[in-house]
């Protein structure tokens, strides 16, 4: 495959992008839909050959569950192109208006970023959610799934690619990147691409970001934290703790680590053991936990780890400024949670967790761009550039600065004589 002239192809497809009407988008994300109905047996069957084939390659457990994308799958990612589709377009929206002087106007205009580079784990819905994401935002997108969903994301990238070009998108507008060579030859192409968005280790990420020019956005950990305070109502607290820890494991919002101040902890402690063993949960806790309960002995690692799997890190705090400073130390920035009865300790929580998602009362499990009405999600970015968090259409969106005069020219607004600026703001849309 040649990569450079794949992006290049991408590339020249991301300005058609980028200035298709919403009509179009939405007719090709219903098309995108009814192709992958009218597919699901061949789907299904590739995908049932890269579980066969990943079983002898003894594929880790958490990634074999990713790896699944049956029936049920296929139908909740149809549903999730569905609710894309009902989103506004978020091209071409002023975002701010300012008259600079009378006759002279200034818009900023959201748009697109262009081309968009994906790397993603094992799950094929990945896939699919990047590409609606990336089709109604009006960016063109390169795609890099893992190698043990080969068959699955060849027979996706091709009925998507097919079904967008056949309701009016440009040839080209994706494009399925299959080996890590190719992954290494697209981190030197900053001409042909925009962004890139790797969705992995911590250690794959460091690599990408090592190996590149182009802009980088991202997370790579998940390490979440659930703080039971102590004036939290003790049954929410376990519930939330079991919801967040065991609802799906094998995901970066799951939590890894559960806080518990010392107050609540020998009350809280046996019952949240129970309730974490009948689901098959096995604990790390630190000292005082294992005063408290039978557990084995947490180290410095399993603060530091992100477990996916049916494993949990307990630890007693003497505080919320202890709490606090756990997370702000072995936390990855991604979904903290803080249970509470007390809203001035959950707003210090809030504001003082170095974190993208905090969360007051709730699952941690309830970071993702689905179930924020964001349209699904490329991913989660833990850093502090201009998206965090579940990255939906907002963080795929950019802006453009357009100014409207008639025959206004600099030379008037210097020296002695020069006008003034009136920088007045306006709500008007751009016309």
């Given at each position: 495959?040649?990569?450079?002239?794949?992006?290049?192809?991408?590339?020249?497809?991301?300005?058609?992008?980028?200035?298709?009407?919403s009509?179009?988008?939405?007719?090709?994300?219903?098309?995108?839909?009814?192709?992958?109905?009218?597919?699901?047996?061949?789907?299904?069957?590739?995908?049932k050959?890269?579980?066969?084939?990943?079983?002898?390659?003894?594929?880790?457990?958490?990634?074999?569950?990713?790896?699944?994308?049956?029936?049920?799958?296929i139908?909740?990612?149809?549903?999730?192109?569905?609710?894309?589709?009902k989103?506004?377009?978020?091209?071409?929206?002023?975002?701010?208006?300012?008259?600079?002087?009378?006759g002279?106007?200034?818009?900023?205009?959201?748009?697109?970023?262009?081309?968009i580079?994906?790397i993603?784990?094992?799950?094929?819905?990945?896939?699919?959610?990047?590409?609606a994401?990336?089709?109604?935002?009006?960016?063109?997108?390169?795609?890099?799934?893992?190698?043990?969903?080969?068959?699955?994301?060849?027979?996706?990238?091709?009925?998507?690619?097919?079904?967008?070009?056949?309701?009016?998108?440009?040839?080209?507008?994706?494009?399925?990147?299959?080996?890590?060579?190719?992954v290494?030859?697209?981190?030197?192409?900053?001409?042909?691409?925009?962004?890139?968005?790797?969705?992995?280790?911590?250690?794959?990420?460091?690599?990408?970001?090592?190996?590149?020019v182009?802009?980088?956005?991202?997370?790579?950990?998940?390490?979440?934290?659930?703080?039971?305070?102590?004036?939290?109502d003790?049954?929410?607290?376990?519930?939330?703790?079991?919801?967040?820890?065991?609802?799906?494991?094998?995901?970066?919002?799951?939590t890894?680590t559960?806080?518990?101040?010392?107050?609540?902890?020998?009350?809280i402690?046996?019952v949240?053991?129970?309730?974490?063993?009948?689901?098959?949960?096995?604990?790390?806790?630190?000292?005082?936990?294992?005063?408290?309960?039978?557990v084995?002995?947490?180290?410095?690692?399993?603060?530091?780890?992100?477990?996916?799997?049916?494993?949990?890190?307990?630890?007693v705090?003497?505080?919320?400024?202890?709490a606090?400073?756990?997370?702000?130390?072995?936390?990855?920035?991604?979904?903290?949670?803080?249970v509470?009865g007390d809203?001035?300790?959950?707003?210090?929580?809030?504001?003082?967790?170095?974190?993208?998602?905090?969360?007051?009362?709730?699952?941690?499990?309830f970071?993702?761009?689905f179930?924020?009405?964001?349209?699904?999600?490329?991913?989660?970015?833990?850093?502090?550039?201009?998206?965090?968090?579940?990255?939906?259409?907002?963080?795929?969106?950019?802006?453009?600065?357009?100014?409207m005069?008639?025959?206004h020219?600099?030379?008037?607004?210097?020296?002695?004589?020069?006008k003034?600026?009136?920088?007045?703001?306006?709500?008007?849309?751009?016309?």
């Amino acid at each position: 495959m040649n990569i450079q002239s794949t992006a290049s192809q991408c590339k020249k497809a991301a300005i058609f992008m980028s200035a298709l009407p919403s009509d179009i988008k939405d007719s090709a994300l219903d098309n995108i839909i009814k192709t992958l109905e009218d597919n699901m047996d061949l789907i299904i069957k590739a995908n049932k050959n890269d579980i066969e084939q990943a079983r002898k390659d003894d594929l880790e457990a958490p990634l074999m569950k990713r790896l699944k994308f049956d029936l049920a799958k296929i139908s909740e990612a149809c549903g999730g192109i569905a609710s894309l589709i009902k989103l506004e377009d978020p091209v071409g929206k002023t975002l701010k208006a300012t008259e600079l002087d009378k006759g002279l106007t200034l818009f900023k205009v959201s748009r697109p970023i262009g081309v968009i580079g994906v790397i993603f784990e094992s799950r094929p819905d990945a896939l699919v959610q990047i590409a609606a994401l990336c089709l109604k935002s009006g960016n063109a997108v390169l795609l890099k799934g893992g190698s043990e969903a080969s068959n699955t994301n060849q027979i996706l990238a091709a009925i998507i690619s097919r079904a967008g070009v056949d309701a009016g998108l440009p040839d080209g507008w994706l494009g399925l990147l299959e080996t890590r060579n190719d992954v290494d030859q697209m981190l030197k192409l900053e001409n042909s691409v925009d962004l890139i968005i790797p969705r992995g280790s911590n250690e794959f990420v460091r690599y990408i970001m090592d190996h590149t020019v182009i802009p980088v956005l991202g997370h790579a950990d998940g390490i979440c934290h659930l703080y039971i305070d102590r004036f939290a109502d003790p049954k929410m607290a376990i519930d939330l703790s079991i919801d967040s820890k065991c609802q799906y494991v094998a995901v970066c919002n799951a939590t890894e680590t559960i806080l518990v101040h010392e107050t609540l902890a020998q009350d809280i402690l046996p019952v949240l053991k129970s309730k974490l063993e009948e689901q098959g949960v096995k604990i790390y806790g630190c000292e005082n936990t294992g005063a408290i309960i039978d557990v084995e002995a947490a180290n410095e690692e399993d603060w530091q780890t992100e477990y996916l799997d049916l494993i949990v890190s307990i630890k007693v705090v003497p505080s919320l400024k202890e709490a606090v400073a756990h997370i702000n130390q072995y936390g990855s920035g991604h979904t903290d949670v803080i249970v509470t009865g007390d809203k001035k300790r959950a707003l210090y929580f809030m504001d003082h967790t170095d974190t993208a998602d905090a969360f007051w009362n709730c699952s941690s499990r309830f970071a993702d761009g689905f179930r924020f009405g964001l349209g699904a999600e490329v991913g989660i970015s833990t850093h502090k550039i201009h998206a965090r968090g579940p990255v939906g259409l907002e963080g795929l969106m950019i802006y453009q600065w357009r100014l409207m005069g008639d025959g206004h020219m600099v030379k008037d607004y210097t020296g002695k004589t020069a006008k003034a600026f009136t920088h007045k703001p306006l709500n008007k849309e751009f016309c």
